[in-house]
Nanobody, 125 residues
Framework: VELVESGGGLVQAGNSLRLSCAAS????????MGWFRQTPGKEREFLAA???????????ESVKGRFTISRDSRDNAQNKLYLQMTSLEPEDTAIYYC????????????????WGQGTQVTVSA
């Protein structure tokens, strides 16, 4: 089981960025997957999640309307998770993590079964 994020980088405020997460390991299509972020000195924050079986999504209020989560589970051996981020602000600067869990509640409580290693997103003013 492995989660690998990509797509982070430096972007100017107001612009967009799309993060990707490759989840390898069979059976992941049944897992709920989500995105989180963390800044130094703060707790890891839940951003968005999508169920495994049905494409039902959940968002934190702080990103609702700006961020969109989606997943591609057509390849049973590798699932892809995405986070499309728009209208980025300097306050969005953080390390972004993807995660997977058997339940969405575990993700929303920031207690997933699996974590990725994170990707840095920096938004300049």
């Amino acid at each position: 089981v492995e989660l690998v994020e990509s797509g982070g980088g430096l972007v100017q405020a107001g612009n967009s960025l799309r993060l990707s997460c490759a989840a390898s390991g069979r059976g992941f299509s049944n897992f709920a997957m989500g995105w989180f972020r963390q800044t130094p000195g703060k707790e890891r924050e839940f951003l968005a999640a999508v169920k495994g079986i049905a494409p039902i999504t959940y968002y934190a209020e702080s990103v609702k309307g700006r961020f969109t989560i989606s997943r591609d589970s057509r390849d049973n051996a590798q699932n892809k998770l995405y986070l499309q981020m728009t209208s980025l602000e300097p306050e969005d600067t953080a390390i972004y993590y993807c995660a997977a869990s058997l339940t969405v509640d575990s993700l929303r409580n920031v207690r997933p079964d699996y974590w990725g290693q994170g990707t840095q997103v920096t938004v300049s003013a």
